[in-house]
C-alpha cells in the first residue's frame, strides 16, 4: 500500500490503528527543501506491533544545522513505546547530520535487535565510531554494507 505520509502529519488524529502492520517502507527521496518527517511519530504511534522500518533513502535531518535534531522528530518520545526490532536505512552517507540522527533512533529504541545500514561510499574510520553508539538496547547489533 502507498501512502502519501504527509498527509498524515495534517490530519493525524484521523489515522487509524495499523494493528496488522510488521513491516513498514518510506522513501525518502527528500528534494524538496524544508520537508520534514512531522508524519513519523503519528504513523508509529499507529503502529503497535511494528517491528521493521525501513527508510529507503537518506536520513532525514536539518541541513542549515546537521549536528541537531529536526524540530519534526525532536524528543523522540514517540520511539519510547515503540517495538521496532529492525530499522534499515538504503542510502545512509555518514554524515554529521545521520549520525545524529541514527544516535537518537538508538538511544530510544530500546527492543531493537538490527541496524541495517547501506552506503555507496564507505566512510572509513567512521564505520569504527557508529559501531561504538551508544544504545538502548544491549542486543542491538549494527550492520553496515557498501556498494
Request: charged share 20%; glycine share 4%; proline share 5%.
Amino acid at each position: 500500500m502507498l501512502v502519501e505520509f504527509v498527509a498524515f502529519s495534517y490530519f493525524h488524529e484521523a489515522i487509524p490503528v495499523f494493528k496488522n502492520l510488521y513491516h513498514l517502507t518510506i522513501t525518502n527521496n527528500d528534494t524538496v527543501i524544508g520537508f520534514c518527517w512531522e508524519f513519523l511519530p503519528f504513523v508509529i504511534k499507529k503502529c503497535p506491533n511494528l517491528k521493521t522500518l525501513v527508510i529507503d533513502g537518506p536520513l532525514h535531518y536539518n541541513e542549515d544545522r546537521p549536528k541537531s535534531v529536526c524540530h519534526c522528530l525532536s524528543g523522540y518520545s514517540f520511539l519510547l513505546s515503540c517495538p521496532l526490532e529492525v530499522l534499515q536505512i538504503t542510502d545512509y552517507s555518514g554524515t554529521p547530520g545521520e549520525v545524529e540522527q541514527l544516535k537518537h533512533f538508538l538511544e530510544k529504541l530500546s527492543g531493537l535487535k538490527l541496524v541495517k545500514l547501506h552506503s555507496l561510499t564507505r566512510f572509513g574510520s567512521d564505520k569504527k565510531k557508529l559501531l561504538m553508539l551508544p544504545r538502548a538496547s544491549s542486543k542491538c547489533k549494527i550492520k553496515v554494507t557498501f556498494s
